[in-house]
């Protein structure tokens, strides 16, 4: 049974930082490609960033530069690091794998909330 659990998340002004963790069950991270999503409200899900099982990473454009993914496969856990955070980051972040291989494991998410 695969368990994706996502923390991390808050109320953060703009411009700041937060670090959200994403811890799995079992090796998934050294198995899967992974990555971290987002939806805000009335919108539709989104890719944010990928990082596959060799460590390549890839970035939607409007987080480029500013989000870091990162695994750690000892300790099962997936971080995005973000910085110069904005208003329109605002969503619940979620993680999972960008194939849908793992569709029917998705976890509570994190609520991020960029505001003044």
């Known amino acids: 049974q695969v368990q994706l659990v996502e923390s991390g998340g808050g109320l953060v002004q703009p411009g700041g930082s937060l670090r959200l963790s994403c811890a799995a069950s079992?090796?998934?991270?050294?198995?899967?490609?992974m990555a971290w999503y987002r939806q805000a409200p009335g919108k539709q899900r989104e890719l944010v960033a990928v990082?596959?099982?060799?460590?390549?990473?890839n970035y939607a454009d409007s987080v480029k530069g500013r989000f870091t993914i990162s695994r750690d496969n000892a300790k099962n856990t997936m971080y995005l690091q973000m910085n110069r955070l904005k208003p329109e980051d605002t969503a619940v972040y979620y993680c999972?794998?960008?194939?849908?291989?793992?569709?029917?494991?998705w976890g509570q998410g994190t609520q991020v909330t960029v505001s003044s």
């Open positions: 999972n794998d960008p194939l849908g291989t793992l569709k029917n494991y």
């Open positions: 079992g090796r998934i991270f050294s198995i899967y490609d």
């Open positions: 990082i596959t099982t060799g460590g390549s990473t």
